[in-house]
Nanobody, 120 residues
C-alpha cells in the first residue's frame, strides 16, 4: 500500500510564501506523476500543479508564476513552493501520486490533505 503524508500548511498572511511537502512511502512505481490538488469550501477539487518523474511540470492558470512544484524522486517526495499567496488560495491541499501500467491498470493515491488559510 502507498501512503502520502503532507506537511507545511497553516494560517498565512496574504503575500506569504509557505512551502508544502509530501512524502510518499510504499510500493511506488518509478515512473509516476506527483502533484498537488486543492479543494476550497463549496468547490470541486482542482489540480494545482503536477510533475512527472521525468521532470515535466504543469500548473493551473491561477497559480502560474506564483507556485513552483518540485520533486525528489529518490525520496519519493514532492514540494509546492507557494509565493504571493492570495485569499482565494485558501483551500485544503492534497498530495497525489499516480501511474499507469497499461491494460487499464491505474494506481492513484491521495494524502489526507493539509489546510492552507490565507488571511487578508
Amino acid at each position: 500500500q502507498v501512503q502520502l503524508v503532507e506537511s507545511g500548511g497553516g494560517l498565512v498572511q496574504a503575500g506569504g510564501s509557505p512551502r508544502l511537502s509530501c512524502a510518499a512511502s510504499g510500493s511506488i512505481f518509478r515512473v509516476n506523476t506527483m502533484g498537488w490538488y486543492r479543494q476550497a469550501p463549496g468547490k470541486q477539487r482542482e489540480l494545482v500543479a503536477a510533475i512527472t518523474s521525468g521532470g515535466s511540470a504543469n500548473y493551473a492558470d491561477s497559480v502560474k508564476g506564483r507556485f513552483t512544484i518540485s520533486r525528489d524522486s529518490a525520496k519519493n517526495s514532492v514540494y509546492l513552493q507557494m509565493n504571493t499567496l492570495k485569499p482565494e488560495d485558501t483551500a485544503v491541499y492534497y498530495c497525489n501520486v499516480h501511474w499507469s501500467l497499461g491494460w487499464g491498470r491505474v494506481y492513484d493515491y491521495w494524502g489526507q490533505g493539509t489546510q492552507v488559510t490565507v488571511s487578508s
